[in-house]
């Protein structure tokens, strides 16, 4: 059973306008949230993080907002970028978990010039 | 920052041949280690983690081991590799509540 999910596979955004990447999860206990983006055959880098304590954190063109009533997050990038085109996965932490991170799925953002 | 190597970058075996994948971690002390594998069209799937020398714990059950002879190892075992193994392993590291550094990645593909 995914306790991360990223229901969208892929999303096709034109370069200037705002990309909305949706994560929910299931598990009340996760309280640390992370987004990395990967490009092919390389490994995640990591973009921003969000804990539960907060509803939203900026770090540039990058926003993550929490709803934790609604156990679900987002990445807004605003503008998005053709460099931005890459896969982007959500993850999210237990406490007390040893730190393990579990990762959604991902969603491929492209962003058309 | 944390620097995570990993190697070999593409690795070509047989079904039934062995596997050792080797990650080693600079700029940090005792950290958590992790080896996570994506499939074609799966996301990311912790297969173990350490939180020190000698301890792994397993998320799946499958057929490969990890060992941590040292602080900063980690490796990914096989004693003989099935085509669904083939994929993209990840070994990635992290301290506490710190994001996770992430290596460059191995594409295993066996034949």
Known sequence: ?113 | SQTIHQWPATLVQPVGSPLSLECTVEGTSNPNLYWYRQAAGRGLQLLFYSVGIGQISSEVPQNLSASRPQDRQFILSSKKLLLSDSGFYLCASRQGRLKAFFGQGTRLTVV
């Open chain 1, 1 to 113: 059973d995914q306790q991360v999910k990223q229901n969208s596979p892929s999303l096709s955004v034109q370069e200037g306008r705002i990309s909305i990447l949706n994560c929910d999860y299931t598990n009340s206990m996760f309280d640390y949230f992370l987004w990395y983006k990967k490009y092919p055959a390389e490994g995640p880098t990591f973009l921003i993080s969000i804990s539960s304590i907060k509803d939203k954190n900026e770090d540039g063109r990058f926003t993550v907002f929490l709803n934790k009533s609604a156990k679900h997050l987002s990445l807004h990038i605003v503008p998005s970028q053709p460099g931005d085109s890459a896969v982007y996965f959500c993850a999210a932490s237990e406490v007390g978990s040893q730190g393990n991170l579990i990762f959604g799925k991902g969603t491929k953002l492209s962003v058309k010039p």
